[in-house]
């Protein structure tokens, strides 16, 4: 096999079995459907989907200084976060040029998890190495230490339920279980077991629904994949691709590295400056920079990112212009026909001056013909809680 061919996660043949159509993404060969891309999207809204996300980059994060040096390293307060629950956050150049979006999950008092974007992970890997230097911490790569899967949507905590997973309410083996997922809160990651397997449980997601996501040992990843599928054959949980997971987070409005996000945007420029903590103790990385894009932004708006509804039937693709009176005020980030709201649905970066949700001569240009597009607010969808 040459160097350049993709890597395979440990579920790889699995997914051949059941008829995905792969594709590469990111160096990984990784399914992008199974079969409809639309009803594996409709089955996460209102049952559950079942993801292969072994793409992702782990990295740990361990010794007396890892908060330190995380809070010198991204740009959330990371030392704030308690152990057993993670935080979404940042890792930004001096320059403030967004690096990648992570999560970041506090597993023991001196342990973090960083949930890197798998285009991103030798970035950022190196990026902590490099900004560890005098931490007494250590970064160790552990992409290869994890298969990561998720179980998405409204059934999921049933699901997992019935394959009886015991939540350590603390890392002591002993400690006392959590009698069921309940206590499990939004953005929390425990240990625990389903379906027989040791696992990091964490009630996290990428779709807008609720859902969790287990981190095993790659050698337990086709085990716990059968014991999901069949444990959520009854209330209609079937195996989704890329596809609809990137159809599913763009109605969420949640941002896609390279799209939305990118070294030429501060988190201020993505309307994502509330994940900037300039109220921690000590300076880091790009905190100059930052402080001025704050100023920026609070002054004279740059683009801002809106959600763009079309009027018609055509679909906005990435890097199409947003037209205004025969202007171009701004450009498209992601876009794709939306199988919840049943139109055509986009992302974009526009002035400010045409942001508010209702502005009127807003369009799109396809292909030289410019479409009518209703700006919203975003996200396009906001699940029942």
Same mark, same amino acid.
């Given at each position: 096999?040459?160097?350049n ?5 440990a579920?790889?043949a ?5 008829g995905?159509?792969m ?10 459907r ?8 409709l ?7 079942l993801?292969?996300?072994s793409?992702?980059g782990?990295i740990? @994060?361990?010794?007396p200084?890892?908060?330190?040096l ?5 740009v959330?307060?990371i030392a704030s976060?308690?152990v057993?629950?993670a935080r ?6 001096a320059?403030?040029?967004i690096?990648?979006d ?14 890197a974007?798998a ?6 890997l ?15 790569d552990?992409? =290869?230490a ?8 409204p059934?999921s ?9 015991r939540?350590?309410?603390?890392l ?5 279980p959590?009698a069921?997922l ?24 990428y779709?807008g629904e =609720? ?7 790659p050698?337990?990843a086709?085990?716990?994949w ?13 195996p989704c691709?890329l ?9 969420a409005?949640?941002p896609?590295?390279?799209?939305e996000?990118s070294?030429?945007l501060t ?8 994940v900037v ?6 300076d ?8 001025a894009?704050a100023?920026r932004?609070?002054s ?5 990112l809106?959600g763009? @509804? ?11 212009s947003?037209?205004?009176d025969g202007?171009v005020?701004g450009?498209?980030t992601?876009?794709?026909?939306s ?5 055509p ?5 526009v =002035? ?8 009127a001569?807003?369009g799109? =240009?396809i292909r030289?013909?410019?479409e ?9 969808y906001?699940?029942?809680?």
């Amino acid at each position: 096999m040459s160097s350049n061919a993709p890597r395979r996660t440990a579920l790889d043949a699995l997914h051949r079995s059941l008829g995905a159509t792969m594709t590469d993404f990111a160096g990984w060969d990784m399914p992008l459907r199974y079969g409809s891309e639309r009803d594996e999207h409709l089955a996460v809204r209102t049952k559950a989907g079942l993801f292969d996300l072994s793409h992702m980059g782990e990295i740990t @994060v361990t010794g007396p200084q890892a908060a330190q040096l995380l809070n010198y390293a991204l740009v959330g307060n990371i030392a704030s976060v308690g152990v057993g629950r993670a935080r979404y956050t940042m890792i930004c150049r001096a320059d403030g040029g967004i690096l990648d979006d992570l999560i970041v999950y506090r597993l023991a008092e001196t342990e973090y998890m960083v949930v890197a974007n798998a285009s991103n992970a030798q970035v950022v890997l190196d990026s902590l190495v490099e900004r560890a230097a005098g931490f007494d911490a250590v970064v160790r790569d552990d992409r =290869d230490a994890y298969a990561l899967l998720a179980v998405q949507g409204p059934e999921s905590p049933g699901i997992l339920k019935s394959l009886s997973p015991r939540v350590s309410t603390s890392l002591d083996p002993g400690g006392a279980p959590i009698a069921d997922l309940d206590g499990l809160k939004y953005y929390a990651g425990l240990p625990g077991t389903v379906a027989g397997v040791p696992a990091l449980i964490a009630r996290t997601g990428y779709t807008g629904e =609720d859902g969790f996501e287990l981190f095993v040992s790659p050698a337990d990843a086709e085990k716990l994949w059968l014991a999901l599928t069949e444990a959520g054959a009854s209330v209609g949980l079937i195996p989704c691709g890329l596809s609809c997971r990137d159809t599913l987070r763009l109605e969420a409005g949640m941002p896609l590295y390279g799209h939305e996000l990118s070294t030429s945007l501060t988190p201020f420029d993505a309307g994502l400056g509330r994940v900037v903590k300039f109220e921690k103790e000590g300076d880091f990385v790009g905190r100059t920079a930052l402080e001025a894009a704050a100023e920026r932004a609070a002054s004279q708006p740059p683009r801002v990112l809106v959600g763009l @509804v079309a009027e018609g039937r055509r679909v906005p693709r990435a890097g199409y212009s947003v037209v205004a009176d025969g202007k171009v005020i701004g450009e498209v980030t992601s876009g794709a026909p939306s199988p919840t709201l049943g139109k055509p649905i986009a992302m974009a970066y526009v =002035d400010a001056a045409h942001s508010a949700p209702g502005t009127a001569g807003v369009g799109v =240009d396809i292909r030289g013909s410019h479409e009518p597009y209703e700006v919203v607010a975003l996200p396009f969808y906001k699940r029942q809680k």
